[in-house]
């Protein structure tokens, strides 16, 4: 049995698994097909647009800032359906769509801001605009990136306690910093530029 509106598999009631839900939280079987062409009409409308300013999706966002669509029958980052729309299919499937603004988890989706890149190429442009969550940027961050560094350097030369007490955070902080499960991007050159400029 197919659903009754777009012709998938009937998952309840003669509905797909989409039609059934949106059924079931708005009353309206049909309403998530007007919201997917609100949607799909935007992202049409905004790759006309030439400008070099950000702008960003009008409607729901996620806790990250980033924002889906429905798009052929499946659901996906706004951002990298417009890449694709824009820009091609990427070169192989572990391509992101990567924003040179570095306001994607502002939602920006400027098709002009947006590339393929790799998952590396996205991540270094993530450290260049400090978008990233790594060191003292990090949420659970107990350990400040100048401590960081003052271990690092320390760590050459003196115990992890000794370490540790010298720069006022834990042993745990200290041994994991010293052996580089955190805090692996500070090299020890890093940290021992630090400690022989430190007074």
Same mark, same amino acid.
């Given at each position: 049995?197919? *659903?009754? &509106?777009?012709?998938?598999a009937?998952?309840?009631?003669?509905? *797909?698994?989409?039609?059934y $839900?949106?059924?079931?939280?708005? !009353? $309206?079987?049909?309403?998530?097909?007007?919201?997917?062409?609100?949607?799909?009409?935007? /992202?049409?409308?905004?790759? =006309?647009?030439?400008?070099? =300013?950000? %702008?960003?999706?009008?409607?729901?966002?996620?806790?990250?800032?980033y @924002?889906?669509?429905? %798009?052929? !029958?499946?659901? $996906?980052? #706004?951002?990298?359906? &417009?890449?694709?729309?824009?820009?091609?299919?990427?070169?192989?499937?572990?391509?992101?769509?990567?924003?040179? @603004?570095?306001?994607g988890?502002? !939602?920006?989706?400027?098709?002009?801001?947006?590339?393929?890149?790799?998952? +590396?190429?996205?991540?270094?442009?993530? +450290?260049?605009?400090?978008?990233?969550?790594?060191? +003292?940027r990090?949420? %659970?961050?107990? /350990?400040?990136?100048?401590?960081?560094? &003052?271990?690092?350097?320390?760590? =050459?030369?003196?115990?992890?306690?000794?370490? #540790?007490?010298?720069?006022? &955070?834990?042993?745990?902080?200290?041994?994991?910093?010293?052996?580089?499960?955190?805090?692996?991007?500070?090299?020890?050159?890093?940290?021992?530029?630090?400690? =022989?400029?430190?007074?």
């Amino acid at each position: 049995m197919n *659903c009754s &509106i777009c012709q998938r598999a009937a998952y309840a009631r003669g509905l *797909c698994k989409r039609h059934y $839900d949106s059924n079931r939280i708005h !009353g $309206d079987a049909r309403h998530v097909d007007e919201r997917t062409t609100a949607n799909m009409e935007w /992202v049409v409308n905004s790759l =006309e647009r030439r400008t070099d =300013e950000c %702008f960003s999706w009008p409607f729901a966002r996620n806790s990250n800032g980033y @924002c889906r669509l429905t %798009f052929r !029958g499946f659901n $996906d980052y #706004a951002h990298r359906v &417009i890449c694709l729309l824009r820009h091609g299919y990427p070169p192989s499937p572990k391509h992101e769509a990567a924003h040179s @603004c570095g306001k994607g988890h502002e !939602g920006c989706l400027n098709h002009e801001h947006l590339r393929w890149a790799t998952r +590396s190429a996205n991540q270094q442009d993530r +450290s260049l605009h400090q978008t990233d969550k790594r060191g +003292s940027r990090h949420h %659970f961050a107990k /350990v400040t990136e100048e401590q960081a560094r &003052i271990v690092k350097g320390l760590g =050459e030369t003196q115990t992890v306690a000794q370490t #540790a007490a010298a720069v006022g &955070i834990s042993y745990s902080a200290a041994h994991h910093i010293i052996k580089g499960t955190s805090w692996r991007w500070l090299s020890a050159e890093q940290g021992r530029y630090v400690k =022989e400029s430190a007074p």
